[in-house]
């Protein structure tokens, strides 16, 4: 847990099993609510209930093949607030056999003073209308 609110430089996922791993995300909250959803199963019926809970930061960084770390530009950073949790969602390709694998996700901690926050606009199908295109307001 961070004991201070902190800034990130950059950030990067590595992939452990680069033949399975299709894509990752790496989101934050901090409400702490979401944390009662660790080691369930997402065949659970009671993982409904934390779909419904908004995040602080629906996507802090995504990753897929060919992607590498992304760097925030001097002076700037993605805020992290102190006690929040990490979630990382890795979807895997469909195999037949047992697979391991030790994918990492590397945070890169601000040196420098951040003017600038960075901060991550989520767009998802639900918010766009036809037509014309626009996204509501909440």
């Keep these: 847990n961070l004991s201070n609110d902190t800034y990130l430089s950059a ?11 299709h894509h990752s995300r790496v989101m934050v909250d901090s409400t702490q609510k979401i944390r009662g959803i660790d080691g369930m199963s997402e065949m659970d019926p009671k993982i409904k209930e934390f779909q419904t809970i908004p ?31 990490l979630i990382l969602n890795i979807h895997y390709s469909p195999t037949s056999k047992p697979q391991e694998d030790k994918s990492t996700v590397n945070f890169y901690f601000s040196k ?11 767009l998802k199908e639900s918010d766009i209308k036809n037509q014309p295109f626009y996204i509501e307001r909440e």
């Design 11 to 21: 950030v990067e996922f590595v992939p452990g099993n680069r033949r399975q791993v």
């Design 55 to 85: 995040l602080a930061d629906e996507f802090l960084y995504g990753w897929v093949p060919g992607n590498t770390k992304i760097f925030f530009p001097p002076g700037t950073g993605k805020l992290i607030k102190k006690d929040s949790d």
């Design 112 to 122: 420098t003073k951040v003017n600038r926050e960075v901060k991550t606009l989520t």
